[in-house]
């Protein structure tokens, strides 16, 4: 009985999945000066999800380098991803009416708060950059959606989950003292990437 309980609710599931995949646009691949122009946002997508995974992973490293209690790393980090969550709720509609101008805006004060965290030597104001990153993984998503469609919202997923998960495993080869530079790094090259963009 159980066995046919569990076929019915599999064909049942099939069914339902059909009827949802029936009537989807046809997906066609990129033309080639598409793919090429979809690229850099592709790799704004890694860097931003490299440098939201490094922050939250390795500033906690940082702070027990400088001596500073386990349990102030593991407050630190709850405020990054409540301040994180802040930021893609109120930081969302102005950064709507220049998405990329207003990215790099923000990626200025994250580049800022890096930097006042190496003089002097500490990490207690990474949650701070947690607010500026905020909108910008939704806000690359909806450019990409809006210039390129859906058929790019694959590479874009790919792209986010390879930055997050490559860019801070890269940071265990980085010397102790290395953290706090190769997070300036990383948030440099991703405001570089953006202002190449242009001014959408």
Known sequence: MPYRALLLLSALMALLAGLL????????SLARGEAR????????????????????????????????????GGVLLSLYWLLLAL???FLARPVAERPL??????????????????FP?????????????????????????????????GGLLYAG???????????????????PLGLLALALGLFLLLRGLGDG
């Not at 995949?21 to 066609?28: D, I, N, Q, T, W």
């Not at 592709?42 to 400088?66: D, F, K, S």
């Not at 101008?101 to 190496?118: K, Y």
């Open 101 to 118: 101008a207003a990215l790099r805006g923000l990626l200025l004060g994250v580049l800022l708060l890096l930097l006042l965290n190496l």
């Open 87 to 89: 930021g893609r709720l």
């Open 37 to 72: 122009g979809l690229l850099p946002f592709l790799l704004a997508v890694g860097l931003y999800t490299g440098l939201e995974g490094a922050l939250a992973t390795w500033n906690w490293v940082w702070l027990e380098h400088l001596g500073h209690a386990t349990a102030t």
């Open 21 to 28: 995949v029936y009537g989807a646009p046809p997906v066609r």
């Open 121 to 153: 030597p500490t990490a207690l104001l990474f949650p701070l950059a947690g607010f500026f990153l905020g909108p910008l993984f939704s806000t690359l998503f909806a450019l990409v959606q809006a210039r390129f469609g859906h058929r790019a919202l």
């Open 161 to 179: 989950a390879a930055g997050s998960t490559l860019i801070p495993a890269l940071f265990a080869l980085l010397p102790l003292p290395g953290i």
